[in-house]
Structure formats: C-alpha cells, structure tokens
C-alpha cells in the first residue's frame, strides 16, 4: 500500500506502465467527436487511408521505441531512412541491380548508420541524444552535398507498382485495399512485439534500461544490446524509407526529414519511457492512431497545421513529466521504506 508520505506515485507509474486502456479510450473519445463533426472521417476507405499514410512513422516508431527500451534515444533515425532510401534508388536506377539486391542494400545501409550510433555511444562514451544529433546533422548534410537535393523520379516498377493484398468495395462506392505499405507496418510491428517479448535480447534491453549497472552485474553485455537496439532502428528506418518511396513513387533526399517529434512522441505517448525500461508494442502503435486521428481530423475541420505541432510538444512535455515525477517520487519512496531498516 502507498505511504501518506509519498503522494501518488504508485498511480504515476501506473499510467506510465500500462497506458494502452486509455489510450484506447481516448481514440474512441476522439474519433466519435471528429466523426460527428468532420462528415466522412469514420468511414472504412478514411481509416485504411490513414494506416497506409502513417505506416512509414508506425515502421520507424517500432525501431525506436526499441532504443527507448535500451534507455537510450536516437533523433537520426529520418535522416538515416533518407539516405538509406537514396542510396538504394541510386543503385536501382543507375546501377541496375535487382530488386532483392538493392532492398538487402538499403537495409544494410541503415542497419550499418545505427551501428555507428552504437560505437559513438559504447565506445566514445558520448550521450545518446547528442551522438545520434550529431549523426543527424552529419548524414543529411552528406545526402543533401552529393545528391544536389535532387530527386529521384524514374526508379524501377517494381519498385513503385502499387501491390494490393486485398480489395473490397463498399455500399458507398469507395474501394478499400490492403496494400503492402500497410503489411509491411503490420509485420513490422508483429516482429518488433515477438522480440522484446518473447526473446532473451527482448528481456535483456528492458533490464538494460531498467538498470544498466544491475544488468551488467549479471553478465549481460551492454555493448551487444547497444548494437542490437541501435542497428535495429536504424533497420527498421531504412525499411521504413523504402516503403515511403513505394509509397510516393520518388526518392526525395529531404522527404524524411521533420518526422522525428512526430515519431518520437507517438512512442512516448504509448507509454515508451524516455528514461528507458518501459513500453510496449501495442502502445506504441496506438500513440500511432492516436497521432493519425488527430491530424486527419484537424485537417478535415480545416484547423491549421500548425495546431498539431502544437499537440506533438506538449505530448512529449506531459510524458516527459510523468516520467520525472514518477521516477522522483518512486526514489523518495524507496528511501523512506528503507529508512527504518538504517534506524
């Protein structure tokens, strides 16, 4: 049972454990209001359009909400898609290889950018926030000095045919599609939900964010699971850039670039720690749904853009603080039940 002493912060960190019931809530809540006000945003064709526009930040939310985990965080992970997707389309486009060859290229890439950001933050010992900044600015200047700025239009059909799993017409007329941007998202998510929860590796970054020094006291490698959950955003990134550029039919160097609040805060709005060792998968795609409604609606009410930039900040204001608070008053707690046992 709390102590009167310690205020409410079992409650505190209850809502940052298992944010998923009300983070449904308030889906539900929001939806029904902008579908009583915005005429055609509760209609299936609306909602599968917004799975597919938001499934390229739902593949890259996914990756970081691992980093999260990791007690970690990584602000490089759009430029890491950008340049990953570039590079491919260049070797699609001018070097002609084959799609297996140039996805497994791309993927590699990102893959290959995350680890940099693993030994920049093991091994060189510096911060994540400021290694992975760094890495940001030093990637996208790189893409954007090379490539000119510019796009990529002519890449490859089979890379930019449009691939339909399933396809139904409703009473309305409207065809609703399951198309691969959309399974890409939903296997990316049924993938990053297997790992942390039914692997060791899974375990091990929760232990490792949880308590870094307690987990390497019981021989779990830090520098392994830094590699592993920083090579994974940056693979999950690149994935991410390939679908986007299905998705739009073009390479753009700068396409990726200002998504990162935006996934950031659907992964701390499902209840990812940013003090590391919380979080789940099905929060983290529901801070997704939550962030897709609330722009779609605004947009559809005619409310300007900027009104959701708004909303992004003060969601990972809000989550940040509860986070604060929750740790704070956890630690008071901790040192007042221990106190009679120094007495």
């Known amino acids: 049972m709390p102590d009167a002493r310690t205020g409410h912060a079992p409650r505190l960190a209850r809502l940052r454990r298992r944010p998923e019931a009300w983070l449904f809530a308030v889906i539900l809540l929001v939806g029904a209001l902008f579908g ?127 691939v339909t799993f399933y396809e139904v017409e409703t009473a309305s007329g409207d065809l609703v599609r399951l198309t691969l941007p959309i399974v890409a998202m939903l296997l990316a998510t049924l993938f990053t939900w297997a790992m942390m929860t039914r692997s060791s590796v899974g375990r091990q970054l929760y232990a490792m964010g949880g308590n870094p020094e307690a987990a390497r006291r019981v021989g779990i490698s830090i520098g392994r699971l830094h590699f592993v959950a920083y090579g994974f955003l940056g693979f999950m990134a690149a994935a991410g850039g390939l679908v986007q550029a299905h998705r739009v039919g073009e390479s753009v160097p700068n396409a990726m670039v200002n998504t990162e609040l935006a996934v950031l805060s659907a992964a701390v709005l499902g209840g990812a720690s940013l003090s590391g060792g919380i979080g789940t998968v099905p929060g983290v795609l529901l801070g997704i749904v939550l962030l897709a409604i609330l722009q779609n609606g605004l947009n559809l009410l005619g409310v300007s853009s900027y009104f959701f930039q708004i909303v992004i900040g003060l969601t990972i204001l809000v989550s940040t603080s509860i986070t604060v608070l929750s740790s704070r008053r956890g630690r008071r707690h901790r040192i007042l039940a221990e106190a009679p046992a120094h007495a």
């Open 36 to 162: 009583a006000l915005a005429p055609g945003f509760l209609t299936l064709a609306n909602v599968i359009d917004l799975l597919e526009t938001y499934s390229v930040q739902a593949i890259m939310a996914m990756g970081l909400f691992v980093v999260l985990v990791s007690g970690g965080i990584d602000i490089s992970f759009a430029a890491t898609a950008s340049v990953a997707q570039y590079c491919a389309a260049l070797l699609a486009v001018q070097a002609g290889l084959p799609a297996p060859l140039v996805i497994l290229a791309g993927l590699l890439i990102g893959t290959a950018l995350g680890c940099v950001n693993a030994a920049l933050i093991h091994y060189v010992r510096i911060t994540s926030i400021i290694a992975t900044i760094a890495m940001m600015s030093v990637s996208f200047s790189l893409l954007m000095y090379f490539s000119g700025g510019k796009s990529i239009y002519d890449l490859p059909d089979w890379w930019i045919t449009r």
